[in-house]
C-alpha cells in the first residue's frame, strides 16, 4: 500500500489586533446631572415678649408686719440689763421707745394679750394675706423661743456671783444682739415690702401656714 506524501503547507503570518470596545462610562452608567436652579433660604426669627408683673405689697400688710416685730423686741429687751449696765450709752437709741414701752408694761398681762390678738386676729385670720400672717407668726415663734433661756435659768439657778454670773451675762448678751438684730430686719424689710426669713423661726412660721 502507497503512502501518500505528507504536505506541510506554510501560511504567511498576519498580524491580529484584537480592539476591545468599552462603553463610554458617564453615558452608560451614571446619568446626566442637571444643575437644578437652588431656592433661596429664608429663616424666620421669632421673638417673644416676656412681660414681668411686679404686685407691690399693700401698705396695710406692711403696717401689720413691722408692728409685729414689736412684742419680741419688748419682751427681749430684758436680756440687754447686762449690756447698759455695763455700757450705759447703748441705751441711748433705745431712749425714743421708752413712752411705748411704759406704756406696754402699763397694762396688766400685756404680753399675753398681744400674743393672742397676733395669733387670733392676724395668723389665723383667712381674710389677711399670707405675707401679713408670715410675719406675725415670725414674731410670735421668736417671742416663744425667749421664753426658753428664762426657763432654763429658773432650773439651773447659775448663781449671782463667779463663772455663773459671768455665764448668763454672755448668754444674756448674745441673745439680745440676735432679738435686736432680728426686729431690725423684720421691720425693715416690712417697710420695703420684702420677706424677711429670721433665722431659727422662718422654718417653723412656714410650717404652720402650709
Known amino acids: 500500500m502507497a503512502t501518500l506524501p505528507l504536505i506541510r503547507l506554510s501560511l504567511p503570518p498576519r498580524n491580529y489586533k484584537t480592539a476591545f470596545i468599552l462603553p463610554h462610562p458617564l453615558k452608560s452608567t451614571i446619568p446626566i ?8 433660604i429664608t429663616t424666620t426669627t421669632t421673638t417673644t415678649t416676656t412681660t414681668c408683673s411686679y404686685t407691690p405689697t399693700p401698705a396695710t400688710d406692711r403696717l401689720i408686719s413691722a408692728a409685729s416685730y414689736f412684742l419680741p423686741f419688748f419682751n427681749g429687751l430684758q436680756y440687754g440689763r447686762f449690756l447698759f449696765t455695763k455700757y450705759p450709752s447703748l441705751s441711748l437709741p433705745f431712749q425714743p421707745l421708752l413712752p ?7 397694762i ?3 404680753s ?4 393672742f390678738a397676733l395669733y387670733l386676729g392676724i395668723v389665723r385670720n383667712p381674710s389677711l394675706s ?4 408670715f410675719n406675725a407668726l415670725q414674731a410670735l415663734v421668736l417671742d416663744v423661743l425667749l421664753v426658753v433661756p428664762m426657763l432654763v435659768q429658773r432650773i439651773i439657778s447659775p448663781g449671782r456671783s463667779g463663772i455663773g454670773l459671768k455665764i448668763t451675762a454672755w448668754a444674756h448678751s448674745g441673745i439680745f444682739a440676735f432679738v435686736v438684730a432680728c426686729f431690725v430686719y423684720g421691720v425693715v424689710s416690712s417697710v420695703l415690702g420684702k420677706t424677711p426669713y429670721l433665722p431659727f423661726v422662718a422654718e417653723a412660721a412656714g410650717r404652720q401656714l402650709e
Not at 130 to 133: G, L, V
Open 33 to 40: 446631572l442637571r444643575s437644578l436652579p437652588q431656592k433661596p
Open 108 to 110: 396688766p398681762y400685756a
Open 130 to 133: 399670707r405675707y401679713a400672717r
Open 100 to 106: 411705748l414701752l411704759s406704756f406696754y408694761h402699763s
Open 112 to 115: 399675753f394679750i398681744s400674743f
